[in-house]
């Protein structure tokens, strides 16, 4: 019985041997798994303009903000108003960030200075009227006593009756009273577009 017992445990072994040779000298089918990195995320092209020390073209890693843009281009002048631009915004790639000189306002006053559509927009003075027949609704919120309503009724009023052919014309828009009109009176022309 102890042979019996010898001759399975050594014909297991045998086995067990052949197997593991056969598994070690065997090609593995397919290819090897390669480990690749994942793709490093392209820099996002920027271009700052306006009162800095360097305008430009910067690139930058993604999620860099406005301020990193700032610090690229040399700083802000003397001149930068930073009040009028958000440095917390983030970039985005084909973007541009104008920092506005003091008395210039971003005609959306809730855009980080990004994109095409940020323009300057000067505060209406004497010496820098502002057209009511050309104005958008931003730039005639600029004006003392004009919210967005009023803003919104000149835009409308102009677009139903024409261009205002004399300042005094926008006396005839509603809920503009002679109060407002002697406030914006020297802020505002009607001059060519």
Request: with cysteine.
């Amino acid at each position: 019985m102890k042979s019996l017992q010898l001759i399975a445990i050594g014909v297991l072994c045998g086995i067990a041997a052949t197997g593991l040779i056969l598994l070690i000298a065997t090609q593995p089918n397919g290819q090897p798994v390669q480990l690749i990195p994942p793709p490093t995320p392209a820099p996002l092209g920027v271009y700052v303009v306006g009162s800095v020390y360097t305008p430009g073209i910067y690139y930058f890693p993604q999620g860099s903000r406005v301020k990193d843009a700032l610090i690229a281009a040399g700083g802000t002048t003397e001149k930068a108003n930073l009040e009028a631009i958000n440095l917390a915004a983030p970039l985005t790639d084909g973007s541009r960030v104008w920092v506005p000189a003091k008395g210039e306002f971003l005609a959306d006053p809730q855009s980080p200075a990004l994109g095409n559509s940020s323009t300057p927009v000067s505060t209406p003075s004497g010496e820098n009227p502002l057209n009511i027949n050309t104005a958008t609704q931003g730039e005639l919120e600029l004006l003392p006593g004009i919210g967005p309503t009023r803003a919104q009724q000149i835009i409308a009023f102009r677009q139903e009756h024409g261009a205002f052919n004399a300042t005094t014309d926008l006396l005839a828009v509603p809920g503009l009273y002679q109060s407002i009109f002697e406030q914006i009176e020297e802020l505002i022309t009607i001059g060519p577009e």
